[in-house]
């Protein structure tokens, strides 16, 4: 996906880039960090983020818009 948005491809497979950039080496879709599926890493990021609620729940609206600009494909 990395080399297709260097590249300028407009689609990958049957997904549009259309809405993804590259920024820092990373993928964002519609602003959104873009996680692929993969267990391993969507479980680690599911434990840094419980550990970090769990250090302050008076701020858990501002942590819960955070999560929200991360999107799982």
Partial sequence: ????LRNDQRKLKEFSLAKCMLRSDRVY?????????DEKLRLRL?????NTFIASHSESVRDQHRA???SVM
């Fill in 1 to 4: 996906m990395i080399t297709a």
């Fill in 29 to 37: 879709y519609k602003d959104r960090l873009l996680i692929l599926e």
């Fill in 46 to 50: 599911l434990q840094l983020s419980h």
């Fill in 68 to 70: 929200s600009h991360m």
